[in-house]
């Protein structure tokens, strides 16, 4: 068995659909199990007709609703199933409209109909190829706490379901899930929180024992660097876990690896794979690691960033200067992703500046603060940069006259990042990307 997930690009249209069934028929001797999200931007759609409708907008609402009906009419063509969907959801809309109030668990009733709808399209079209598909509805099988929005699976109930359904239907049938939806034990619908359909693949896949999972989305898998500041990177054929999970907190948006951990916990490869592309090989995530002779994998970039640094006005032996400025970022609720000290400066990066007037003005009760806007992370990463000599000789050559800030391994040490100013990212990433992939291991790079 094999879990295929498709995203909402690749179930955006009927043609789309199309291409999805044409993958998983050429596939069938590996009896997968499909998991897919809603179709296209459903669920931003859903959410903004609900928030419109408890804002006194109910007509537009509803407006949006009709088209989105339509628009799920007009690439399946199935309307006994659409109208049958919308009538519900309508009735919850105008019930929103009349209370003006979105508690989580509504949001969830609501943005549940893009997984529902998109699944049982699905299925039909399968059905329409020749494949013997059956859909199974998530919310029978995934169960959760009641923490609506981003609900946590409970692992040993959701294991026996899908052991007890799923298995014994895919011996010999295609299944069809939504992604994302789920239920509570008493059989509330829950949801597993934005782009939660990953998630459902691995659970999944780790509840009937998959010898594979395969994310199926827009790209052909991961890259040696982010394509949309230098275009000429290369694929990476096989990455570990680790080097992933590094490589998304500083941008890559791929795939958020917190939700392949159920997969990798049980060792299953995770797999990228493009569904515009089916032929290209894509990325494998393994939980080992991957011996290479490149000591770097990728390099991650975080465009936009903003760095504070933060001089204490006592200068030396003040003790909690520390947590007076994290306390601050605490209250201003913002999160800071890279940190550098000295003895009494300490170095921050900001992601978000929502809140920035706030944490400022707290800061500068009790320090300077400095404020270097449009500036950027780059991060190389690679399980073999601590253990091998001179990176960062390379690194600064590769630099020249581009001048970093706040180089720092990460806590895991398989990084080296630093901060340049956002108009030297381009060739900053393309120097470095020179410096450590001219040379390329076959065995992982495409
Ligand atoms: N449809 C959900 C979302 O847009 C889940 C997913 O696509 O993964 O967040
Ligand atoms: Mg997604």
Known sequence: ????????????????????????????????????????????????????????????????????????????????????????????????SVLGELTPRSIDAISSFGERLSSLIVTSFFQKHGIHAVHVDARKVIVTDNRHTHANPLYSETYAKLAETVVPLAQDRVVVLGGFIAATNTGIGTTLGRGGSDFTAAIVGAGIGAEEI?????????????????????????????????????GAKVLHPATVIPAIEKNIPVLILNSRR??????????????????????????????????????????????????????????????????????VTLDETQRLAGVLADLREFSDVD?????????????????????GARIFKALGPINARMVSEGASSMNIGFVVDSKDLTQAVQSLHEEFFTELDPAVFG
């Open 1 to 96: 068995m094999i879990v295929m997930k498709f995203g909402g690009t690749s179930v955006e249209s009927a043609a789309a659909i199309e291409r999805v069934a044409e993958i998983v028929k050429s596939r069938l001797d590996r009896k997968p199990v499909v998991v897919v999200s809603a179709m296209g931007k459903t669920t931003n759609k859903l959410l903004a007709i609900a928030h419109g409708a408890i804002s006194g907008e109910r007509d537009q609402a509803l407006g949006k609703l009709f088209e989105l009906r339509d628009f799920h009419l007009r690439e399946s063509g199935m309307e006994r199933t659409v109208e049958q969907h919308f009538q519900e959801l309508s009735e919850l809309i105008k019930g929103l």
């Open 214 to 250: 395969q994310i199926w989305t827009d790209v052909d898998g991961m890259l040696t660097c982010d394509p949309t500041v230098y275009p000429g990177g290369h694929r990476v054929k096989r990455i570990s876990f680790a080097e992933a999970a590094e490589l998304a907190y500083f």
């Open 371 to 391: 404020v270097l806007e449009d500036q950027s992370i780059i991060c190389l990463v690679g399980e073999k940069i601590p253990m091998t000599a001179g990176v």
């Open 278 to 347: 089916p032929q290209v090989e894509g990325t494998r995530i393994l939980s080992a690691s991957i011996a290479s002779t490149n000591i770097v994998k990728s390099i991650a970039c975080k465009k936009k960033v903003t760095v504070l640094n933060i001089r204490s006005l006592r200068m030396f032996l003040a003790h909690g200067f520390l947590r007076r400025i994290f306390e601050v970022f605490d209250r201003n609720e913002t999160s800071v992703d890279m940190v550098s000290t000295s003895e009494v400066t300490v170095s």
